[in-house]
């Protein structure tokens, strides 16, 4: 009994990515979405100053969320 409950803890550190948990999609307004897409076409990929015009959004955030909808390498 106590080799099956062994067995189990060995499988799941031999495969962590099984364990891990997704992080939450970012959720982002409509206007948001509209200010980062018109600031990225005027800025490019300069996050930080994307997010000094987006209230209580990251550069982190931002950029994730851009590569999330918009990135062409999928």
């Given amino acids: 009994m106590a ?3 062994h067995s189990s803890t060995n499988e799941a550190l031999e ?14 307004s409509d206007d948001e979405e509209a200010l980062t897409i ?5 800025v490019g990929e300069r ?11 990251t550069a ?3 950029e994730k969320y851009w590569n999330s909808r918009y990135s062409t390498s999928q």
């Fill in 3 to 5: 080799d099956s409950e």
């Fill in 47 to 57: 996050w930080t100053l994307i997010a000094g015009r987006i209230p209580g959004r």
């Fill in 60 to 62: 982190e955030e931002i």
């Fill in 38 to 42: 018109r600031m990225y076409n005027l």
């Fill in 15 to 28: 495969n962590p990515q099984e364990v891990t948990k997704e992080e939450p999609e970012l959720e982002f």
